[in-house]
């Protein structure tokens, strides 16, 4: 190995473990810390008990839902933003950001606005007998709405350096736009998708802000684990609050090992010496 | 942006006429729904009331506290947050060591932990029952339910994302020039001052816009250490909260348009600044161990 002749190593390096050890660590190391002291039995008590467990239910199944419908929206949108050119286009691109860049605390009451029984899409809605505020239909819009860019930032570079020889190859040798799509394309984006995809469901798993104000926050049908979590700590039972989130702790770092293992996986087909 | 392709013999994939114009109006109807649907009620609803209405919350000696104080936080956090990035990126990218990968994921983690785990984890540092929490109070110092505590929260929060635009980019500019400068006398931080800087400043504001929004909207994580007290440790976002439990919707909303007026703003300045090249270098290499790319 050559040897390093910049400066700076201690300063930087130094800087950056202290942050990270005092904002990131240390935190997070209380929260297991404090978990870990509940004891076996105590722990699994709380973080089995059935109000728990029905908040992981409509979490998780929300999250879902709302990856899956991501998914298909979040390609379409990249795909039309990298293949078409239409007026505006750049408009959308621009767009797409919005759910990164506005508040959660705005999505939700904008969302809850839109969707109750007199908003504009509620009503609509309303009469066709679908009930979408306060309802599970609900988390799962907040939820779309907070993570579809996830999807999108992550397929559009892949999709725009698709090499077309790739495609044009495959339609001189007589394949549909459909068969090409699903042999040639699809197999490349599909290692960005699952990164997106894996981004997206960490992220609805993990959402608060957007999701109070739309969820009816019932227990049992309509609480959100983060909410439960909430709500342990304005009744004072810490322990409770610490185990809770401890199980949301834990999902994100799984979700995050998965993620990077998949992003390292889509860095074999991306990374151009 | 490179210059549409006119003329290409065989039409790509996905390019009949029918299913093209389908795709786009499926995707455009949807994204008016989802995505532009909220911004524009946000703006209906602030001045359902008239414009008195909305100036009279604007105005408001508690909207007033809760925008300087958000800006307080944004003031604080983003300088020590873009100090930290700019730091992790030159001692991740200007030098090989071990556990390198490991320091890059946890500068990560941030990202996907829930912001109310986050809230909470404070609590268990800072608060009455937390590690430091006694100690504090022995000695009067109030961290959580008070200014610093939402500054924190607010740091947790945002600490990869400085690094995150800036790690990619200094990865894929390599060392030379900066060896190059320290070879022929340079000081650290003149290398730092005259070659990198000029070289990353774009993803550096980048960097420093995105972390700015996340900071003056942050929610969850906020709203578990600030104790939610009016008029003293409420932010915008948390007053917003309020506003709207409190039945004042239109209130809710007007202070809601401040946000979004700064989220539309921080979309132009994105666009802004990817036009000069910033964002680029793509998320994925934030991934990777930069030590298999030179082998």
């Given amino acids: ?273 | 942006m490179s210059t549409p392709v006119t003329r290409r013999k065989p039409p790509r994939v996905g390019d009949q006429p029918l299913f093209r114009r389908a795709l786009i109006g499926i995707v455009l109807v949807l994204g008016a729904f989802l995505i532009l649907a909220p911004l524009i009620i946000i703006g209906v609803e602030a001045f359902a009331k008239g414009w008195q209405v909305y100036r009279d919350t604007i105005t408001h000696p508690d909207t007033r506290h809760a925008i300087m104080l958000t800006v307080l936080a944004a003031l604080v956090a983003v300088p020590i947050n873009t100090a930290f990035g700019v730091a992790a990126a030159w001692a991740i990218t200007k030098f090989d060591f071990r556990g390198k990968r490991f320091l890059l994921v946890v500068i990560e983690i941030p990202f996907s932990v829930s912001p109310i785990v986050a809230g909470v984890a404070y609590l268990f540092v800072y608060g009455l029952q937390g590690i430091f929490g006694p100690v504090l109070d022995e000695y009067g110092i109030k961290i959580l339910f008070a200014i610093p505590g939402i500054i924190l929260a607010s740091m947790f929060v945002t600490a990869p994302f400085v690094a995150r635009e800036l790690i990619p980019l200094m990865q894929a500019q390599g060392r030379d020039l900066e060896e190059a400068a320290t070879s022929l006398g340079a000081s650290g931080w003149r290398t730092f001052f005259s070659v990198t800087l000029p070289n990353i400043k774009w993803a550096l504001l980048y960097g420093v816009v995105l972390c700015n929004a996340r900071v003056m909207g942050e929610f969850g994580a906020v709203s578990v250490v600030s104790g939610n007290i009016r008029g003293q440790t409420n932010t915008l976002p948390l007053h917003i909260e309020l506003l709207y439990h409190d039945y004042q919707a239109a209130g809710a909303f007007a202070s809601a348009s401040i946000l979004a007026l700064i989220a539309v703003f921080t979309i132009i300045a994105k666009v802004a600044l990817e036009r000069q090249g910033a964002g680029r270098v793509r998320r994925p290499a934030l991934a990777a161990n930069p030590a298999e790319k030179t082998s």
């Fill in chain 1, 1 to 273: 190995m050559r040897r390093n002749v910049l400066p700076g190593l201690p300063l930087s390096l130094g800087v950056t473990l202290f942050y990270v050890g005092l904002i990131v660590v240390l935190p997070l190391a209380a929260l297991v810390f404090k978990a870990a002291s509940l004891g076996p039995e105590d722990y699994w008590r709380i973080v089995s008990s059935s109000r728990a467990l029905a908040s992981y239910r409509v979490t998780v199944l929300s999250a879902l839902g709302a990856t899956v419908f991501n998914l298909f929206f979040g390609l379409a949108l990249a795909w039309v933003l990298t293949r078409y050119r239409f007026p505006g286009w750049r408009i959308v691109d621009a767009m797409v950001d919005l759910p990164f860049a506005l508040p959660t605390a705005v999505a939700g009451i904008a969302l809850t606005a839109l969707f109750t029984t007199n908003g504009w899409f509620g009503s609509i809605l309303g009469d066709l007998g679908i009930k979408v505020a306060y309802t599970p239909l609900g988390i799962m819009i907040a939820m779309c709405f907070t993570s579809l860019p996830f999807i999108v930032r992550t397929v559009q570079p892949v999709l725009e350096d698709l090499d077309p020889a790739l495609e044009e190859a495959a339609q001189s040798l007589g394949g549909s736009d459909w068969a090409i799509f699903r042999k040639v394309i699809l197999p490349l984006l599909t290692p960005a998708l699952l990164a997106g995809v894996s981004l997206s469901f960490a992220r609805a798993l993990g959402e608060f802000g957007a999701i109070i104000f739309i969820a009816g926050n019932q227990p049992m049908s309509t609480e959100i684990t983060a909410l439960l979590i909430f709500i342990r700590l304005e009744e004072y039972d810490y322990q409770a609050a610490a185990a809770i989130a401890s199980v949301l702790l834990l999902t994100a770092f799984f979700m995050l090992a998965l993620t990077n293992w998949m992003q390292s996986r889509a860095l074999r087909y991306t990374v151009r010496s």
